[in-house]
RNA sequence: GGCUCCGUAGUUCAACUGGAUAGAAUGGCAGAUUCCGGUUCUGUUGGUUGGGGGUUCGAAUCCCUUCGGAGUCACCA
């Protein structure tokens, strides 16, 4: 129970203690909290700022208020004391009356919901997805399942970041090296296509670096162009004259990127650019039909994973947003030019830095983008909140966002999240794009299907499921040990992703808790006549366990109104996890065989809303749950 | 170097936002089970919450300090 919920219980105690010490006590000095499940009772009165009011020791202040309240109401059956902390206990007959009526069910009254966007995904369009990609999802997905499952007006939006040059480079190297190949001659999946050719740029690009790079130490600077001469003069005698290794690699890798910059394939991909931007026919046609590959590619994984979205953004037509208001920042003066003529926030009183938004050319970038992008979808969709799921590598960015939104007096800005994620890391250690160590999330889904199927031959349960229904077993096993697995941590940490350690069926995994819900089912199908019988509350004996698990049924709809104010699948993970390692506990005897039959109806009850809780949970973090395994 | 985040059993994670004896899982160890050095049960082991100070009835949680790790400090997105 949630005893701050509880209508009659804290009014209860206020007037007891004003009239038990005959003064006036604010009701702010009354704390009152679940009871810790290894004590005995349901509501705990934390009596350490009370004895101020009765001149006497906390534990004798909590003795005297629970004699005194066991004499007011008859709901409350009971009392202990362990050092200044009463635990109340309620009468059994409560419990049960409040198992009869239970639903799980975490709306929120209406004058609390509201609506909120929420943006996650977002991928480029150049490569695949990968591990980081489906934290990502997952966490968004959940995210607005969760809230929406509080009854707030959720918009599910994807922003897709489908232009800029790393596009061009996958488009030149088509051109180079494709020969035509497409999706349909080659068999590949189109965003695995794209992402083939995103990296034989990147080769072509290292061997063509290699060669101008040689051809400078040899004093032949050939086509570099003349106002880069200086900068890589000057590093190229750094480089020579520092010890320090890590400047020395510093320094070794801004030489390279204005290497790369200077061979002629990034002098291509910087004019297709061009082009693409004067809306160049040719290029606009191969720009759409890879991108539309891609979108192919992307839409089957999306699939598989089970996420979905109300709205799609694509940056090829928000780019040029932001600058109109960035030119009123500037009137506002809330923004500032520089002498060549770049536009500027300052947000050093914030703790901030300064930060640049307008180019001195006038173009705009990922910030002005992101301001126009923003203001514009709040004209849209008028929320208020707007969650972005985005990783941690851009807290900066986002602390810039809000603040400079909030500046230019946008009222919406207050409602900006960013829900911040760390990276995912292998039990082999970090995922690393330039060494092929990255994991894509294609691959991941098939193999941690596979396993699950694997795992499930060797247990040799299956015999009598049909195939059909065995490959559907294996798929929500496989992804629901994926999902709950990175779930289950705070997103704010760095997590290690273990694939066979989450496909386990015993531990705090996804499987496990399906198993546990596929049990509950076969029990209830061999139930009978036990679903007839009434639960007779003067035969009942004392059931302590059957009092826990009816709390912790009861805390669902709390736990998942905090779970959306703190955006936190994790606590609904953790939740899920509870109710299914304590309903094994309490209930590892067969329920069936139980002889008296009144206690096995209640048991039966409590299994029956286990499973709809757990079920219901399970669509809150996209887990399916399997009738039975 | 400045700023931000993280640091909890050997390992992977919790701890209801300041509450009670810091909990699970996994690993380790011991026993039971047995076509098996596997599986499954049962028991057991494991912690100065990175270190040090402070705030108070009470700190993993809040403040200061220090040490580690990560991220970020682009006219990239």
């Known amino acids: 129970m949630n005893p701050n919920k509880e209508t009659w219980l804290i009014p209860l105690i206020h007037s007891s203690l004003e009239s038990l010490y005959s003064k006036s006590i604010p009701s702010d000095a009354i704390t009152l909290q679940k009871t810790r499940k290894e004590f005995k009772g349901d509501a705990t009165l934390v009596c350490f700022g009370l004895s101020r009011f009765s001149g006497k020791k906390p534990q004798e202040t909590a003795e005297e208020i629970g004699e005194f309240l066991m004499n007011v109401d008859q709901r409350i059956s009971g009392f202990n004391v362990v050092n200044g902390f009463l635990n109340i206990e309620l009468n059994f007959d409560y419990w049960l009356s409040y198992l009869e009526s239970f639903q799980p069910d975490a709306s929120l009254p209406s004058s609390e919901r509201s609506k909120v966007m929420i943006e996650y995904s977002s991928p480029n369009t150049n490569k695949p997805l990968h591990l980081g990609h489906i934290r990502n999802n997952l966490l968004g997905y959940s995210v607005a399942k969760i809230l929406a499952a509080c009854g707030h007006d959720v918009v599910k939006v994807n922003l897709i970041n489908d232009r800029g040059i790393h596009i061009c480079k996958s488009m030149i190297a088509w051109q180079k090296k494709g020969n035509g190949e497409t999706p349909a001659s080659s068999g590949i999946k189109g965003d695995h296509l794209v992402g083939k050719y995103y990296v034989e740029f990147d080769k072509m690009l290292t061997a063509e670096a290699a060669i101008v790079k040689s051809n400078i130490e040899n004093d032949n600077w050939g086509d570099v162009e003349n106002q880069a001469k200086p900068a ?276 705090n995994t996804g499987p496990f808790i399906q198993y546990t819900y596929a049990r509950i089912q076969s029990l209830i199908a061999r139930a009978g006549i036990l679903m007839e019988i009434p639960i007779d509350l003067s035969k009942m004996p004392e059931e302590e366990a059957a009092r826990n698990m009816i709390r912790l049924l009861e805390a669902y709809s709390e736990t998942i109104q905090t779970a959306a104010k703190e955006y936190s699948p994790a606590m609904v993970s953790n939740y899920m996890y509870e109710l299914a390692k304590d309903y094994n506990s309490y209930y590892q005897f067969p329920v069936l065989k139980e002889e008296n039959k009144t206690l096995a109806a209640l048991r039966l009850k409590i299994a029956l809303k286990t499973a709809e809780v757990l079920k219901e949970c399970g669509t809150l973090i996209g887990m399916e749950m399997p009738e039975r395994m």
């Not at 799921?389 to 800005?413: C, I, R, S, W």
């Open 232 to 507: 890589i003069e000057k590093l190229l005698a750094e480089i020579v004259n520092t010890t320090d290794e890590q400047k020395k690699k510093d320094l070794n890798s801004n030489l390279k990127q204005l290497i790369n910059n200077q061979t002629p394939l990034m002098k291509e991909a910087r004019e297709m650019l061009m082009l693409w931007e004067k809306s160049d026919s040719a290029t606009i046609d191969l720009w759409k039909t890879m991108n539309s590959w891609v979108y192919e590619g992307f839409n089957k994984t999306y699939k598989s994973l089970g996420v979905d979205f109300d709205k799609f953004y694509y940056e090829s037509e928000t780019y040029i947003l932001g600058k109109d208001i960035v030119q009123q920042g500037l009137e506002k003066n809330v923004l500032y030019k520089k002498d060549d003529n770049s536009v500027w926030i300052d947000l050093s009183d914030e703790g901030l830095d300064q930060k640049l938004l307008l180019r001195s050319d006038g173009t705009s970038v990922y910030m002005t983008q992101d301001i126009g992008t923003a203001v514009v979808r709040d004209e849209e969709l008028h929320c208020k909140n707007y969650v972005y799921v985005v990783g941690n590598e851009q807290d900066y960015h986002f602390k810039v966002l809000q603040k400079t939104l909030q500046k230019m007096g946008y009222p919406f800005a207050d409602g900006i999240y960013h829900l911040s994620y760390g990276m995912v890391d292998l039990p082999s250690g970090r995922m690393k794009s330039r060494e092929g160590t990255v994991v894509d999330a294609d691959d991941l889904i098939a193999e941690i299907i596979d396993e699950a199927r694997k795992r499930s031959l060797e247990l040799g349960k299956t015999d009598e499921f049909p195939q059909e229904e065995l490959n559907e077993l294996y798929r929500k096993l496989g992804l629901g040990a994926l999902k709950y697995y990175i779930l289950k941590v705070d997103p704010r940490k760095r997590m290690v992703f273990n694939p066979e350690e989450s496909i386990d069926l015993q531990g």
